[in-house]
Every structure is written in C-alpha cells, then in structure tokens.
C-alpha cells in the first residue's frame, strides 16, 4: 500500500467513528471496483433505485451498476414535461435507496451539500428509505469552515460548467457569492447527524472522483 493509501486508509478509520457518533454507518473501500461490489452488496435485488447528480456515481461506474436489470431505476431525467417531472418526484422521494455522492466530508463526520433546485439535498434529508453517499477522499476536508471554502471554490465552479451555467465561478474559476439567475448555490446543508439510525451510509473511496 502506498503512503497517500495509507493516509486515506487511516483518515477514513477517523471518518467512520465520527459517523457512527452521528447516527450514520461508514465505509472505507480502496477502490472504485472495491465499492461497486458494495454497493451491490448493500442493494436487494429488484430495490426500487434512484439518484442525485453526480460525476462521482458516473466515473466510479456505480451510475451503470444501478441502472441495470437487477433493480427497479427511476430515471430523473426521463421526464418530458414539469407535470411529468413534479409526478416522477412523487416517486422519487418514496425510493426504498437514494445514491448520490456530497459536495464535502470533514474529518468529524460532517456532510456538506450545496445546491441548485433542491431536489438532492431534499432527498437526503427526508423521504428514500436508505441513502448512500459515495465520495472519493479528494473531498474530506478537515473542518466544516473549510468544506464549505471547498464547495464554494474547488466544486461549484466545474459543477456550474458542468450544467452549463452562466455564472461568475465559470469565467473566473471561484466563488463570487452571486445572485446570478444561474445560480447553483441555493441551498446550504449541513447533515451533522441522522435522525434515523444507519439510514445514511457514507462509502469513502481512497481515490479522487467528482469535483
């Protein structure tokens, strides 16, 4: 194992005792392969499935994984019309597992979500039965003053690219604090603990994904 392995190894351990302190069940997987076979694992067969955007779900493959066969997925991006939309939402947020990955982690177990619509950060705090967040280690940071700087100027920027939005972050590549109709960075939450025990599973990977 190298040394950088060896640290997120070790960072990770610190992680998921401050996740169970706060309600929440931990993982550590070395490998993107390593957490798909997690991931299926942690999914019964024919579960009914969906997600929040994420580069991290796409890249690690786990997008793929839970739009197989094997369970019942629904497409947020299927709809046609705000109708369609607004009736699959109805769906969505009475999932049995919502996956989705977070903006930031600090080292005390933290989840740090910024969004546009909502609609992610909704899901994570009520509604689908179970939630996995899947983050690579490249988003731990070690307080929550610095996740939030770490969202704000490391991730929302290719985010706002990425969904091709006309914001300061995209032609300067930090925060502006706007209020640009384009907006991406809506709502700020802070998940510092569950409700409800081992409904969120945190599944730490020791590679870098997503923003």
Known sequence: ???????????????????????????????????RNLVQSL???????????????????????IQSEDYQFLDRKSAKTPEESRALYGQIVTSDYFLTSTNA??????????????????????????VLVI????KVSP???????????IAAPPNAIRVGASTPCTRTGCCHDCQSPDCICCQTVITRRSRHKDRISVILIGEEYGF
Request: charged fraction near 20%; include cysteine; aromatic fraction near 4%.
């Open 1 to 35: 194992m190298s040394y950088k392995k060896q640290s997120y190894a070790n960072t990770a351990s610190t992680i998921i005792k401050n996740l169970e302190k706060r309600n929440m069940k931990g993982y550590y997987c070395e490998t993107a392969a390593d957490a």
């Open 43 to 65: 999914l019964p067969k024919h579960a009914v499935v969906t997600n929040g955007g994420s580069e991290t779900l796409v890249e690690t493959g786990i997008m793929e994984l």
């Open 105 to 130: 982690i600090t080292l005390d177990g933290e989840l740090i979500n910024v969004d546009g619509n909502g609609n992610r950060v909704a899901c994570l705090i009520q509604g689908p039965s179970h």
């Open 135 to 138: 983050t690579g280690m490249n």
């Open 143 to 153: 307080t929550l003053e610095d996740g939030i700087r770490r969202v704000r100027n």
